[in-house]
Structures are given as C-alpha cells and as structure tokens.
C-alpha cells in the first residue's frame, strides 16, 4: 500500500511541479492558437468549390485523424533535422500539438459553418452581398455560437495531448512527474500529483465550456 | 544512399510486422473488453440508482480530464504498490480497456436517454422485466445513436494504443523508435508507421462517416 506516501517530498518537488504547470499552460495556448490559424487555412481550402484546394485539404485532414498524434510527433522530431531544420524539443512540440490539433479544428468550424440554413446564405445573395460580405455579416456570426463549445473541447483534448510532449524529453508537467519518480524511486508522488494538476486544467476549461455554453445559448460542449 | 536505407528497413521487417501484431492485439483485445465494460456502465449510468450513476460519472471525467500517458504511468507503476505485479502488457490492456470503457459508457448513456420516454412506459405498460425492456425497447432504438460515434472511438483506441510504448511494449510506434536509431531516415520510418495505422484507421473514420450519414436519414433529418 502507499503507508510510504511522501507529502513532505512533494512540497520539495513543487516549484519545479509549478514550473511544469506553467510551461504546460503557456505551451498549450500557443500551440492552440497555432491550431486555430493551421484550422481557419484548412477549413477556407476544404470550403472551395475547385479540387485544387479542396483535395490537399481533405487529404491532409485525413491523414493526420487516422494517424496517432505520437507517429506524428516522432515524424517531425526524427524527420526534420534531415530536412535541415535542427528545432529545439519544444519548438517541434507546439508544431507537431499545432499541426495535430488544426485538423480537427479544421472540421469543427466547416461543420459550424455548413449548419447555418441555406436560405440564409441565398437571401443575403439575393439582398446583393459579395462573399466576404455574406461571410462577415451572415454566415461567421451564427458560426461562431455553434463553433465555441467544441472548439473548448478540442482545447481540453489539447492540453491532454501535449502530455506526449515529454517522451521528446520537454520539460513540461509531465516530464516533471516522470523527474521525480526516477530521481526518488516515487512514481505514486509523481505521477498523481500531476494527475491532480491535469485535472484542474481540465475542471477549468470544462467550467468554460459550459459558461459559454450558457452565455451563447447553445448545449454545453462535448470532450 | 536512398537504396541502402530501403534494403536496411526491409532487413528489419520481422520487427515491424512484431509491432503490427502487438498494436493490432493490444487494440483488439481493450476493444472488446472495452466494449462489453462500456456498454454494462453506460446501462448502470442510466438505471435509476442516483449513487452507482455519480460514482461512474465521477470516475468517467477522472479519465476524461488526464493524459493518458498519465494513466498508462500510474496504473504500470503505482498498482505494484498495493501488490499487484503487472508486467507492461497487461497494464498496457488494463488502461487501453478503462479509457475505452469510459468513454463508450458516455457514448451509451447519451443513446440511451435518447430514446422517448414514451417507449418506455409502454414496455413497462406491455409487462416486459427491466432485462426485456433493455434488450428489446430501449438498446436496440439507441444502436442508433450510440453506434457513429463508437466506430469514432474505435479509431481512438487505434491510435492510443500507441501511447504504450512508453512504458517500453513494442508495438507499431515503438519500432518505428527502434529502427530510426538505425536507419537515420525519421521521414521515411515514421510515414511508414503512419502507414501502417492509416490502413487500419482511414476505414473505419470512413465507416463512422456513412453510419451518421445513414443514421441521420434513418431519423428523418434533412441533410444540407
């Protein structure tokens, strides 16, 4: 049993514990941000009525859902110093959550953006708006309701993905549990005291979601 | 330069097709346990009783809100602990089967409360047990519902399965790890890997496809 359950060890790890937090926050949000952008580029591709566009979109969005994010990840690692591109282990982290996570961000918003009603579309073609007008005024407002609730779930999934971060030896919060359960020979103290600060995390941006949920007038988001 | 790398990777095909059979048997075997746990949470989730119900929810969104990679770490390292000696494959099995379990039991529910409650009263009205109702009224109206996204979860256990070879299995991932040390051609190797999972994975994203898409004519909704 865990009658050895070292408390006192854990405060001692806990500045580096907080440092894991911190690194682990700042690079989700980053890599998040990157998802959005990798996302909007996709989805606005995947939306074109010509295959020029919409093929390498569909195919990339494929690709990257049926393969896993660590393949992925080790894919960029191992494969991108050959291509001449010596990144540090971060660098290639945040690309690899970014790149990942784009795709589905990608589907998220065309589904938002296809469940806005076709008559709403054709009356503001027919009230004479260009495209960037229906897009702006239209089309892009009602999407964005139905976007954010899974939008913050794809966040959550995020922040659980970048934990694969530290098997590329990041130093975030994972890694840092991986420290001290090697250091001391203590994975209980590790590793559950990182569970306790995943789970904040999460509780937090659940707690988002369904905020938002409220404030936007549509169901709570799915994870 | 190129072709010597070919013929070095294919002298280390024994290790590949290895891995394939362990990700494919790991998959396999957390699939179908997975499945059957799933599927009995999901009818406990729903039963009535108010504390079973918050108990598996409580450990549902445990599992929801840390990586797996956490979980594969606690229950490899900590259930030693309190005695019980795991080596990696069965604590491999035992992660891949709860994080399955977890989520098809909310896939379950959800199909569950989907169905009227109006069908319900009237098995109960027609003298069906609780077992009849289940099997007869109320599972298969929510096969429905449940079944798009459990063929989606299927593709995510695929891909998770990948997460153990961390605590050192050898499976499609991890040889993929193995032979870049030797063959220093990370692209190659690991678009070979991807490969590998995509054969398995591209289907079955495919059929999930088809089954909402069918699913959703089935329920008489108006596809734009």
């Not at chain 2, 799933?38 to 990586?67: C, E, H, K, Q, Y």
């Amino acid at each position: 049993m865990l009658e050895n359950f070292s408390f006192r060890t854990i405060v001692e790890y806990l500045p580096l514990f907080g440092q894991g937090l911190v690194t682990t926050v700042w690079l989700s949000a980053l890599s998040f941000v990157g998802a959005l952008a990798v996302g909007i580029v996709l989805c606005a591709m995947n939306l074109q009525r010509g295959w020029l566009f919409r093929t390498p979109a569909k195919a990339y969005i494929d690709a990257v859902r049926a393969t896993p994010l660590l393949a992925q990840l080790y894919f960029l690692y191992f494969g991108l110093p050959r291509l001449g591109f010596v990144l540090p282990e971060l660098v290639v982290g945040i690309l690899a959550l970014s790149l990942n996570s784009g795709a589905y961000v990608a589907e998220i918003i065309r589904a938002g953006i296809l469940s806005i009603p076709r008559g709403q579309v054709e009356a503001s073609v027919a009230s004479g708006m260009t495209y960037v007008q229906r897009m702006r005024l239209v089309v892009l407002p009602q999407a964005f309701k139905v976007t954010i609730p899974p939008l913050l779930g794809q966040a959550i999934v995020l922040v659980k993905d970048s934990a694969l971060l530290s098997l590329i030896s990041v130093a975030e919060l994972t890694r840092a549990g991986q420290l001290l359960a090697s250091d001391r020979f203590m994975p209980a103290e590790g590793f559950l005291t990182i569970a306790a600060f995943y789970l904040l995390l999460y509780y937090c941006l659940k707690g988002l979601a369904t905020l938002s949920g409220r404030w936007l007038g549509t169901a709570g988001a799915r994870t | 330069m190129i072709w010597q790398q070919f013929i070095s990777l294919a002298g280390s095909y024994p290790l590949a097709l290895r891995g394939i059979g362990m990700t494919v048997v790991l998959s396999l075997i957390s699939l179908v346990l997975g499945t059957l746990l799933g599927f009995g949470l999901g009818i406990l989730r729903t039963g009535g009783n108010r504390l079973i119900a918050s108990v598996i929810g409580a450990w549902v969104d445990l599992i929801r809100g840390t990586p797996f990679l956490v979980q594969i770490f606690l229950i490899f390292f900590i259930l030693p602990e309190f005695g019980i000696e795991l080596d990696a494959f069965t604590a491999g099995i035992i992660a891949l089967t709860n994080l399955a379990a977890c989520f098809i039991c909310e896939i379950v529910a959800a199909g569950i409360r989907s169905v009227p409650t109006g069908q319900v009263e009237a098995a109960l009205a027609s003298g069906l047990s609780r077992w009849q109702r289940m099997r007869q009224v109320v599972l298969p109206q929510a096969m429905r519902i449940v079944l798009p996204p459990l063929v989606g979860q299927y593709v995510l256990l695929i891909k998770d399965s990948s997460v153990v070879s961390a605590i050192g299995l050898t499976d499609l991932t991890r040889v993929g790890w193995l032979v870049v040390q030797r063959v220093p051609n990370g692209l190659l190797v690991f678009f070979l890997v991807g490969v590998g999972y995509f054969i398995v994975c591209y289907p079955l994203i495919m059929l999930a496809r088809r089954l909402e898409r069918r699913m959703g004519a089935a329920h008489g909704e108006v596809q734009l």
